[in-house]
């Protein structure tokens, strides 16, 4: 990935709407699932994605690579989701199984009972906890990855990654 | 063996066909800067024009750095500063 994100900063430099392609090649779908994660619904993660791309495009000129352009992107993705979640939560229940059952719509897979179980454990978590546990468990990013995206320590992350994956567990076996 | 690691990464969601085209599309179309008219290509004329009498006299270009980034981000709208402030430090959410 690093190889890559080297290739679209070099793109960027030369032809900034050939970089601009480039990263939406590499980064559009991580990001729409992780911001789906978050937000569960297929057509406000669609404005949440294109917001976010439209954000990076006014503001590629300004990344001075101090950090990775994989957490850059990230962490305005999770900026984008959590504006969008902030905007809504007068009107949503805060318990995980009535955002799942408000949000979920025509492109949700009602089949799939495990899979359903577990989004509504991690819906069901304080934000920073689910946002560790999706960036560890779906995107395997590292702890000072997953710091940089959210805030905080290297440390919190880890320690928010494991008490959300002890309560995953324990909220699976309980809705068995 | 857990529940969890049986599920594994699998989620309940689709994703429809030919939405990520869609998205790319409007980003690069929202990007592309608008064609000029002919009195855009005045204006700019003029301007430049105005630009070089004023810079021969020394008076346009101050190295005035900090003000003109003040004066920068003031012309920006609410959200794009929003966006500076949020992305300018690491806010914890």
């Not at chain 1, 989701?81 to 199984?97: C, V």
């Not at chain 1, 320590?153 to 990654?161: E, G, I, L, Q, T």
């Not at chain 2, 969601?13 to 064609?35: C, N, W």
Request: charged share 30%; with cysteine.
């Amino acid at each position: 990935m690093q190889d890559r994100d080297e290739q679209i900063l070099d793109a960027l430099r030369l032809d900034q709407s050939r970089g601009m392609a480039l990263l939406m090649e590499s980064y559009a779908e991580p990001v729409y699932w992780h911001v789906r994660r978050l937000l569960v619904g297929h057509e406000d993660t669609q404005d949440a994605v294109q917001e976010t791309f439209i954000r990076i495009y006014r503001a590629i000129g300004t990344f001075r690579q101090e950090s990775r352009l994989s957490t850059w992107v990230y962490r305005i993705a999770t900026n984008e989701a959590l504006r969008l979640l902030r905007k809504r939560r007068d009107d949503i229940p805060l318990d995980g199984s009535g955002i799942f059952e408000k949000e979920a719509d025509f492109w949700t897979d009602w089949s799939d009972k495990d899979a359903i179980r577990l989004q509504k454990a991690i819906l069901s978590l304080p934000r920073k906890q689910q946002l560790a546990f999706n960036l560890r468990w779906y995107d395997e990013m590292d702890y000072e990855a997953i710091a940089r995206i959210c805030g905080g320590s290297a440390k919190s992350a880890k320690a928010n990654y494991h008490i959300a994956k002890e309560k995953i567990i324990k909220y699976i076996k309980e809705n068995d | 063996m857990t529940e969890l690691e049986q599920i594994g990464k699998k989620m309940p969601y689709t994703l429809p066909e030919g939405s990520l085209e869609a998205i790319e599309r409007k980003v690069l179309e929202d990007r592309r800067p608008a064609a000029r008219h002919w009195w855009g290509w005045a204006l700019a004329g003029t301007f430049a024009a105005l630009a070089l009498v004023l810079a021969v006299r020394g008076t346009f270009f101050k190295a005035d750095r900090y003000e003109d980034l003040i004066a920068a981000f003031e012309s920006l709208d609410d959200d794009d500063q929003q966006f500076i402030l949020e992305c300018g430090d690491f806010e914890d959410f």
